[in-house]
Nanobody, 117 residues
Framework: QVQLVESGGGLVQAGGSLRLSCAASGSIFSIYTMGWYRQAPGKQRELVASITTGGGSTNYADSVKGRFTISRDKAKNTVYLQMNSLNAEETAVYYC??????????WGQGTQVTVSS
């Protein structure tokens, strides 16, 4: 079992920045990927960014490339999402997700990000 605690959401003006954090605990040795997804009202959940825990390879949605940065702190078992130049269309609930060996995914409770225009 893996437990995830997210923080860092909130209200920001368009063009502003936020940093999300997700701390993992429990069976962290089995985690091989960590990522952030988001779900806007009436829309499907979508991948924002992911990072592998081994080599640190990253993957981004095209819409956030150049503005968002995903990173991890191995010692703290934490993944971060630095979001810059936010726009109103990115208002959503942001979810942390980790993938573990064996194929199971764990999700955080979600953190609301609201971008005012």
């Amino acid at each position: 079992q893996v437990q995830l605690v997210e923080s860092g959401g909130g209200l920001v003006q368009a063009g502003g920045s936020l940093r999300l954090s997700c701390a993992a605990s429990g069976s962290i040795f089995s985690i091989y990927t960590m990522g952030w997804y988001r779900q806007a009202p009436g829309k499907q959940r979508e991948l924002v960014a992911s990072i592998t825990t081994g080599g640190g390879s990253t993957n981004y949605a095209d819409s956030v490339k150049g503005r968002f940065t995903i990173s991890r702190d191995k010692a703290k078992n934490t993944v971060y999402l630095q979001m810059n130049s936010l726009n109103a269309e990115e208002t959503a609930v942001y979810y942390c997700m980790v993938g573990v060996i064996g194929g199971r995914n764990y999700w955080g409770q979600g953190t609301q990000v609201t971008v005012s225009s």
